[in-house]
């Protein structure tokens, strides 16, 4: 275990670790104790940063309050740490009916292409073939299951979809979605995600983008992708990487 918590430390594209390891000791003062608790709770199971998770809550919060339509869908789940703060959320709001589909290959990240390079120029693909210094990133379907199913949350409102993105989208998607949370680094698989996503959010749905300022092809993805669509969006700043924005009719 301390070999491989090693490697991802070192590991220069293992983004929001380390910040977010640093920042649960020095948590801002405006964030709800509510959050507090359920950061400390599943800090361990994500490598998002404390703004990112904070951003998370939020969105959630703010779709059950509003009363804003739509299912919840996950790109990227690594150990499932995000999706288990979005379930303790809803728990907590009494609102049990939306389902949760989580995208992922669940057995580690799949290979990056030329256009997947990080913000000081390190290419991804380069890394890749390290050998094993992904290994941290591989995490089994039934991990990521016997995490989220703690939480309480009905099981059966909750599928995933293992495999890549590419190739299970949209075979398996909802008709509406009210919060998508883009995780899943490369450029291929974000602009994939978008074609076929960024259509079933609803008006007034949140789309958070973690890896736009990190990696360049996200960036590239999502430029591309609002741009051919002409769409009006405002990507906020949440921190260094993430983005978050909701949804307008269009």
Not at 13 to 23: E, L, P, S, T, Y
Not at 92 to 116: I, V, W
Not at 215 to 224: L, M, N, W
């Amino acid at each position: 275990m301390l070999r491989v918590m090693m490697k991802r430390l070192m590991n220069p594209f293992a983004k929001g670790k380390i910040d977010g390891d640093r920042a649960s000791a020095n948590m801002p003062p405006d964030m709800e104790e509510e959050f507090r608790n359920m950061y400390e709770s599943f800090r361990e199971y994500t490598m998002t940063s404390i703004e990112r998770m904070y951003a998370l809550y939020q969105a959630v919060h703010y779709i059950v309050e509003g009363k804003i339509d739509g299912d919840i869908v996950e790109c990227g789940v690594w150990k499932g740490g995000s999706v288990m703060l979005c379930a303790a959320v809803m728990l907590a709001k009494k609102d049990l009916q939306r389902k949760f589909y989580l995208y992922d290959t669940y057995s580690g990240m799949t290979e990056p292409t030329d256009n997947d390079v990080d913000y000081l120029g390190k290419s991804a693909k380069d890394v890749w073939w390290q050998g094993d210094a992904w290994e941290w990133t591989r995490v089994s379907l039934d991990e990521v299951r016997k995490n989220i199913f703690s939480i309480g949350y009905p099981d059966q409102n909750i599928f995933f979809v293992k495999g890549k993105v590419e190739e299970t989208i949209p075979a398996t998607v909802p008709e509406k979605i009210s919060v998508l949370h883009l995780d899943t680094d490369w450029y291929a698989s974000t602009y994939h995600e978008l074609v076929h996503l960024y259509p079933k959010i609803v008006p007034g749905g949140v789309i958070i983008i973690d890896d736009y300022g990190h990696f360049k092809g996200a960036r590239e993805a999502v430029d591309q992708y609002i741009r051919e669509n002409d769409i009006k969006i405002f990507l906020n700043r949440i921190d260094y990487t993430g983005r978050i924005g909701i949804v307008v009719p269009s």
